[in-house]
């Protein structure tokens, strides 16, 4: 495999897209570099509940326990915090510099989660927003 022309460094990393997507001309998987990898592990991560991971059990959020849950300023903060914290665990490479918790759509129970990162090497800012439904069971596929 050719080296990347890419002008961060390995740190960053490359991984499959997520969902996994494949290129018909290439016969390859969609691999992301940089902080578009780093979004996509963060979507996994939110996406993911505690223990579905059998060989990393503490691998995930609990945010999948308050989808029944009314969004009350104590509960905003609640997620703002597990999230904080499974970026700190399992994310090495931001910093987080704030997490937001907005409810967009009350009836669809809509909330959209934001967080605003910066890249450790790179000193990129840059954030992702994760939209939680209260009631649904359902995701849309992530932003492109």
């Keep these: 495999m050719a080296a990347s022309a890419s002008p961060y460094p390995p740190f960053l990393g490359t991984g499959w897209s997520f969902p996994p997507t ?11 570099s940089d ?14 509940s505690l223990g579905e991971r059998i060989m990393l059990a503490t691998y995930g959020t609990s945010l999948w326990q308050k989808v029944f849950a009314a969004l009350t300023t104590t509960m905003a903060n609640d997620i703002r915090t597990l ?6 665990e399992w994310e090495p ?7 937001t918790v907005q409810q967009i759509d009350p009836l669809q129970g809509r909330l959209d989660i934001t967080v605003d990162f910066m890249v450790r090497q790179t000193n990129i800012r840059s954030n992702l927003v994760y939209p939680f439904y209260l009631q649904e069971a359902t995701l849309p596929p992530p932003p492109p």
Excluded: Y
Excluded at 22 to 32: G, K
Excluded at 93 to 99: A, K, L, N
């Design 83 to 88: 999230i904080a914290r499974a970026i700190l």
């Design 35 to 48: 902080v578009e990898d780093i979004k996509a592990s963060l979507w996994i991560l939110f996406s993911t």
């Design 22 to 32: 494949f290129a018909r001309n290439t016969a390859s998987v969609v691999m992301l």
């Design 93 to 99: 490479r931001i910093d987080v510099e704030r997490v």
